[in-house]
């Protein structure tokens, strides 16, 4: 009967040889008992096989490849006392000597990755992509909800705390002996860099449109790339953006550290009749509010092209603000609503000054407030006299 696991429980040259044995075979599943030493092992496993490393009491290690977890190593909280804890862990160290499959599981050549941009077409042809925990689900069914991956976590104790789900992406000049590949200690540390991304999600819609309703259902299916649904009491916010010291108040935005350049960015991602923002949600207390913030290259931004460019109310008929191009550069244009433009005092209570399709009418002149600034000359009756001919 062919063996399928070996357990290593000792260190001693008849079990090594053993082992050497197993894995020359084929073997590919070899489990480390609790009772070999801790720290790295004396004998190297081929790629294709993992080790299942039952030495660390905070749980299970899946390891493949060189990885310093095999000396149960937290490598993401080196020299930090922060306080861990774990069921199981899977650790794979990936390299160009990883070997490659196709889509059939055929094995297949790595293939240079692509550098700068490409077309979409091209794209999904020339690059590579390792998984290291793959998860999927195919839903067949109308009435059951197909979920590939759930994480639960519950708060319990008055001031718990839970994460459902912890992502993080790293980059590191690491040339560590023993790990790091031979070829890449050559690179001067400052010169170091690499892509990061937290979290892709891809939603790959073979269906209808948005908003074509398909004749098989009785209305339209949504397609949500992230969906953030809050449940119970009212919740704090549905997305936050932080750095790692956010909540650091000797620290400003001049030198704050893991800062954004964007919050957030569209890139060349919406159609032509795109929205980039949509709020529906009836009457609510602010829009936007920037309270807290000031600017120094202004709070909103919009490059004008005409009508419709800038900011319309009311669907339209409320009147907008756009720029407009000219001989001299960009000129500002306010168009009125349809009931007209009104100018209130301070405190929005006196009415002074209305703009219709029939012209200008000043409810409460300058004379009316001051008498002495209506004499012949005064800004006043200038200003009134470019708005109204009198």
Do not use: C
Not at 276 to 285: F, K, Q, T
């Amino acid at each position: 009967m062919e063996q399928i696991w070996f357990f290593l429980d000792s260190l001693d040259a008849a079990r090594l040889l053993d082992l050497q044995r197993y894995l020359d075979g084929g073997g590919l599943f070899v489990v480390v008992g609790q009772a070999v030493p801790r720290g790295s092992l004396p004998f190297d496993v081929p790629e294709r096989a993992m080790i299942f490393d039952q030495r660390y009491s905070g749980g299970l290690n899946v390891v493949r490849g060189r990885h310093p977890r095999i000396e149960g190593l937290w490598t993401q909280y080196s020299h930090l006392d922060t306080g861990l804890a774990r069921n199981v862990t899977f650790s794979h160290t990936i390299t160009d000597a990883t070997p490659i499959e196709n889509w059939r599981s055929e094995r297949h050549d790595m293939q240079s990755a692509p550098i700068g941009a490409l077309s979409s077409e091209d794209y999904r042809h020339q690059h590579n992509h390792y998984q290291n925990l793959h998860s999927e689900v195919y839903n067949f069914s109308r009435d059951l909800n197909g979920v590939a991956i759930w994480g639960d976590s519950g708060a319990f104790a008055p001031g718990g705390k839970s994460w459902g789900g912890f992502f993080s992406a790293r980059s590191w000049p690491v040339k560590w002996n023993g790990y790091t590949p031979e070829h890449l200690f050559k690179y001067p540390d400052d010169q170091f860099d690499a892509a990061l991304v937290g979290i892709e999600i891809d939603v790959l819609n073979a269906g209808q449109d948005w908003n074509v309703r398909s004749p098989l259902l009785p209305g339209n299916l949504s397609k949500i790339g992230l969906q953030v649904v809050g449940f119970g009491k009212k919740n704090t916010a549905a997305v936050e953006i932080r750095s790692e010291d956010s909540d650091d108040p000797q620290r400003g935005p001049e030198d704050r550290r893991g800062a954004w350049h964007w919050g957030i960015i569209a890139r060349n991602s919406l159609a032509e009749d795109s929205t980039v923002l949509m709020s529906e949600n009836g009457r609510i207390a602010r829009g936007i509010d920037f309270d807290k913030t000031t600017f120094t290259e202004g709070a909103v931004r919009i490059t004008g092209a005409g009508a419709g460019s800038g900011i319309v109310f009311d669907g339209g008929p409320g009147g907008e603000i756009y720029t407009e191009p000219s001989a001299a550069g960009p000129a500002m244009t306010l168009r009125s609503g349809a009931g007209g433009l009104k100018i209130y005092d301070s405190d929005g209570t006196n009415l002074l000054m209305e703009i219709s399709d029939e012209g200008v009418r000043i409810h409460k002149s300058a004379e009316q407030q001051a008498p002495e600034e209506s004499a012949p000359g005064s800004l006043w009756r200038r200003l009134r006299w470019l708005m109204t001919g009198r």
